[in-house]
């Protein structure tokens, strides 16, 4: 499998003030940025679609990615800690790939 050099992104492009929409939501193509140390690439599989969510968009600031917990794969590494082909937990947000350090890992996916 090749590395992406993008990711596909949600953002919110209006808070809801009222009723959510299609219209509330955009979808964004963004460069990845190069792993430093202590990073790793995940693909994220599976996105978190709460109750609580509707409190993150009424909170968020307009442009801001769309933040929800994740389980995904880990593509790439520069961590001592995980290595490719991990399945790891976090608060990756609505996206295809995302960098995240180490420390935006909560636990290892069963």
Known sequence: MSVPTQQHIWTLAAPPSTSITKDNFKLETRPLPALSAGQVL???????????TRLILSGSPAGAPIGTASIGTVVQSSSQKYKAGDRVCGQFGWADYVVVPEAGITAPAV
């Open 42 to 52: 995940v693909r994220v599989e599976y996105l978190s679609n709460d109750p609580v």
